[in-house]
């Protein structure tokens, strides 16, 4: 189904060792609009969706993978060089005394991830709308990100995917629009 590039989709950098934003990065890893709820909650959705917007659903929940993997390197580049001290000023000492640097599935609060992030309704203008929502809020939290830092190499990452969430978002209204007009062409005939 898959073909792996051993790259990321837009290149990830970072001016500087940031163990805050760091921590602040988590709510898109594992938090409940993060990418990896939005990953799965799309990839789920989509054996209940009719075959004319399966496709969407695929795409971006593949792409949203791929958003993960760039949230994790983030994440590694920002807290490579700190030191325990940094971690623990940062609120990441107790991810520090479980796992030294591996991340870990977590919001920024350090609430564990949990399967109860991801929707499905089996109703698909109702999943879809949920998708539209999801896109909505990870585009807001990127936005708070960008504005909480003052590196402009992260910055330029976390610009590149607040835009691929209006992207998904408008993904996720032009296949609500393919539904309703299928539907009006049934009622008409």
Known sequence: MWIYEKKLQYPVRVGKCDVRMARYLTEQY?????????????????????????????????????????????????T????????EAAGLGPNYAQRDHALFYQNSAGV?????????????????????AAEEKARATYQWLIDMTDDVDLQDSLKFLREREIIHAIR?????????????????F
């Open 80 to 87: 490579k060089d700190a030191s325990v001290e940094e971690l």
């Open 30 to 78: 594992g938090g409940a609009d993060g990418e990896l709820a939005a990953a799965l909650r799309y990839m789920n959705q989509r054996y209940a969706i009719p075959d004319k917007v399966i496709g969407v659903l695929t795409d971006i929940s593949t792409e949203e993978f791929a958003h993960l993997e760039m949230i994790a390197t983030m994440i590694y580049k920002l």
């Open 112 to 132: 564990p991830w949990t399967a109860s992030y991801i929707q499905a309704k089996g109703d698909p203008i109702a999943d879809l709308y949920e998708d539209i």
């Open 172 to 188: 996720f209204k032009e296949s609500v629009q393919i539904l309703i007009d299928e539907k009006d062409k049934k009622r008409i």
